[in-house]
């Protein structure tokens, strides 16, 4: 049983990688984790910006976000960012949701984090 519940909302995609690190802490400490990719921050749901991102900054946001997927945090991706990005090739294992839709989630939450 999970000790709290987490939700991150992330709107920029360079905040990423510090908000992994962050939902990473707080699975392995057996709490209930939840990301929303809004705006900028929903590119990284995109396959192909994975691979920018291991060319341009040489690390591997895939192997991050697959190690947090292994832990059970859960990623959804607003829907309204997601169906408006053309040709974009949502990663295996996320969600799609509408914000009125996620924010029941968040207002479970014992803690709701913005970056």
């Given amino acids: 049983m999970a000790n709290k519940k987490f939700v991150y909302f992330v709107s920029l995609s360079s905040n990423v990688p510090y908000v992994l690190k962050k939902a990473l802490?707080?699975?392995?400490?057996?709490?209930?984790v939840s990301i929303f990719f809004d705006l900028d921050g929903a590119r990284v749901l995109d396959k192909r910006y994975m691979k920018i991102m291991e060319r341009t900054h040489n690390m591997d946001l895939q192997q991050l976000m697959q190690q947090a997927m292994d832990k059970g945090i859960k990623f959804f991706g607003c829907q309204m960012n997601?169906?408006?990005?053309?040709?974009?090739?949502?990663?295996?294992?996320?969600?799609?949701?509408?914000?009125?839709?996620?924010?029941?989630?968040?207002?479970?939450?014992?803690?709701?984090?913005?970056?």
């Fill in 25 to 32: 802490k707080n699975a392995e400490e057996e709490n209930e």
């Fill in 82 to 115: 997601v169906l408006i990005a053309d040709g974009l090739e949502l990663v295996d294992g996320a969600q799609l949701s509408g914000v009125a839709t996620f924010l029941e989630t968040a207002y479970q939450a014992d803690a709701v984090l913005s970056y």
